[in-house]
T-cell receptor, first 111, second 115 residues
């Protein structure tokens, strides 16, 4: 079975900390995505990547950056965490347009 | 730009009954795909059903079927013989064929199944 693994299920960080959220897929997919999920807002795209070292901004990239040094790994970086970045973060990979495979999410709390 | 709208924040259904979740979308493209995803309390997003826009026949997966009205840009999900395990958030999503391959999601509908 296809798998997308997010390294942490729950994370608590302090304001101003640099935070790394890791995502690994084992399907050799070229496309990977980071979404943020908030109640009443659905899923909003933060960044996506078509290939190693390739990245593009999504709809809400402010305060975030990404890294994709290897095909299977796509990292989301919060340069200086703020309380308004408390959210659920979902990683996905895709051989689109056949639908994404999602990780199980990281619930990040910034205090 | 694509948009996806789910007008029902919450729905409820009795076990064994049928429920329909609504979704409308807007796109200027002719080739696109539409999806319904389920997110149970475990948070794992699960693909329920997929529809290719060029296909006139409505997609079906066991108890799940869609009513795809291309001209009206409507893509509703029907769940028959509802089960307690169907309780979840349901998200409608679209992606453009040959485009950036970004999925655009609606805001979701929370489905409660009453025993």
């Amino acid at each position: 079975d296809v798998k997308v693994t997010q390294s942490s299920r729950y994370l608590v960080k302090r304001t101003g900390e640099k935070v790394f959220l890791e995502c690994v897929q084992d399907m050799d997919h070229e496309n990977m995505f980071w979404y943020r999920q908030d109640p009443g807002l659905g899923l909003r795209l933060i960044y996506f990547s078509y290939d190693v070292k390739m990245k593009e901004k999504g709809d809400i990239p402010e305060g975030y950056s990404v890294s994709r040094e290897k095909k299977e790994r796509f990292s989301l970086i919060l340069e200086s965490a703020s309380t308004n970045q408390t959210s659920m973060y979902l990683c996905a990979s895709s051989p689109a347009p056949y639908g994404y495979t999602f990780g199980s999410g990281t619930r990040l709390t910034v205090v | 730009a694509q948009t996806v709208t789910q007008s029902q924040p919450e729905m409820s259904v009795q076990e064994a009954e049928t429920v329909t979740l609504s979704c409308t979308y807007d796109t200027s493209e002719s080739d696109y795909y539409l999806f319904w995803y389920k997110q149970p309390p475990s948070r794992q997003m699960i693909l329920v059903i997929r529809q290719e826009a060029y296909k006139q026949q409505n997609a079906t997966e066991n108890r799940f079927s869609v009513n795809f009205q291309k001209a009206a840009k409507s893509f509703s999900l029907k769940i028959s013989d509802s089960q307690l395990g169907d309780a979840a958030m349901y998200f409608c999503a679209s992606v453009t064929q040959g485009g950036s391959e970004k999925l655009v999601f609606g805001k979701g509908t929370k489905l409660t199944v009453n025993p």
